[in-house]
């Protein structure tokens, strides 16, 4: 976006901390917010350092997180909450996103580590899930005090979710582009961040202990997360959401199928304000499929066990609730592009 087009940028601030090794800061900074006896949350599968970390800042632990914030998990993370003063997340946008539950609840500070790239730590972004359904609500009571980012504890993220997280964040930095409360700031930003994934995640990819290139993938996902704090989400958000909330489709790898698509139907009314992604990756639609596939994402949302009645039914969901788009659509356009995004096709530039 121009700067010349005028603008608003209402700032959002939590006190951020980004490096190596800085996981030993968590306890300064529970101090520092006023509080004694954190709760630390984690999933069964990083429960080993959730434990650690509880037991060098003297907190307790529940490593029930499981993915989409279901509120049955909220409610027994809410007993487990009774006995502490505030909440420390460790983890990926699963864990995050339990903590925010208990903070929307109880009105707990959080300190948020940040494991994988998916970026919910910058956001006042809840989704949560019940019945089957997932909602997603903004409030500012769910946005993080502290966010601590830790390249050493990504070292250990997997391949397949690293690209897919990776993928995660740039779809975060596309919509920011064109969302109707973008500005200038935020579109260099997204810009920025999609530079750093470009250069950083291939090198990842080859060597996934590679502790610079890990580091500027860590970067460009803090500045997605920022932008994605701060702006209005659109047809990707919410194409992601429903077969997240209604088709129970593992997050990452959803979004990093959709965007070549997404951005693909939105340059093709709004070029200009996705020019950014041109230049970064060659083109938009068709550079960021390839980029996908130089980098081994998934490609096609056949292969995460959709069908093609359930492709119909999810277009139908996706028409519910109206949102703002930069480009109209109707349910044959939406049917056409999840289409596409099941068969894998690459979208044109
Ligand atoms: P995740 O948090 O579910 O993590 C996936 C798995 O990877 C988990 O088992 C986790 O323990 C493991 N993991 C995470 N980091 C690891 C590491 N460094 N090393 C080894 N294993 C690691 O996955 P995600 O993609 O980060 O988060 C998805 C969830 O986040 C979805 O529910 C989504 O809706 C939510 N989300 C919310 C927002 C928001 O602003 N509200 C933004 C992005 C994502």
Redesign the pocket.
């Given at each position: 976006m121009r700067w010349d087009e005028g603008f608003v940028f209402a700032p959002i601030t939590a006190r951020v901390i980004f490096g190596h090794g800085t996981v030993a800061q968590v306890g300064a900074e529970v101090e520092r917010l006023g509080h004694r006896v954190p709760l630390v949350l984690?999933?069964?599968?990083?429960e080993p350092?959730a434990r650690a970390l509880a037991d060098s800042i003297g907190g307790r632990v529940f490593a029930g997180?499981?993915?989409?914030?279901p509120v049955e998990v909220t409610q027994q993370a809410m007993a487990a909450y009774d006995a502490c003063d505030c909440v420390v997340a460790l983890?990926?946008?699963?864990?995050?996103?339990l903590g925010?539950a208990i903070a929307l609840r109880s009105g707990a500070d959080q300190v948020v580590i940040?494991?994988?790239?998916?970026?919910?730590?910058?956001?006042?972004?809840?989704?949560e899930?019940a019945a089957g359904a997932?909602t997603?609500r903004r409030d500012p009571a769910?946005r993080p005090e502290t966010v601590i980012y830790d390249v050493d504890?990504?070292?250990?993220?997997?391949p397949g979710?690293t690209v897919?997280?990776a993928l995660?964040a740039i779809a975060?930095g596309v919509e920011g582009l064109y969302a109707p409360d973008a500005n200038p700031i935020l579109s260099g930003m997204a810009a920025q961040a999609m530079a750093a994934f470009r250069d950083g995640l291939p090198q990842v990819v080859a060597d996934p202990g590679n502790r610079d290139a890990r580091a500027q993938v860590l970067f460009g996902a803090w500045l997605c997360?920022t932008v994605?704090?701060h702006v209005s989400m659109a047809l990707h958000h919410k194409l992601?959401?429903v077969l997240?909330g209604s088709f129970n489709l593992?997050?990452?790898e959803t979004?990093a199928i959709l965007i070549p698509h997404t951005a693909a139907f939105n340059a093709a009314a709004v070029p200009a304000l996705l020019a950014p992604v041109a230049q970064v990756f060659g083109s938009v639609g068709g550079g960021l499929w390839d980029f996908a596939q130089r980098c081994g994402a998934p490609l096609r949302l056949a292969d995460l066990g959709l069908t093609k009645a359930d492709l119909d039914r999810a277009a139908d969901i996706a028409l519910l609730n109206p949102y703002a788009n930069p480009r109209p659509f109707d349910r044959a356009t939406i049917r056409h592009l999840l289409q596409d995004a099941f068969e894998g096709k690459r979208p044109q530039d």
């Open positions: 984690s999933t069964p599968h990083q350092q997180a499981v993915m989409h914030t983890g990926g946008g699963s864990t995050i996103g925010k940040p494991t994988t790239y998916a970026g919910s730590e910058m956001t006042d972004i809840l989704g899930t997932k997603t769910i504890l990504t070292l250990s993220l997997p979710l897919t997280s995660n975060h997360s994605l704090g992601a959401h997240g593992p997050h990452a979004h």
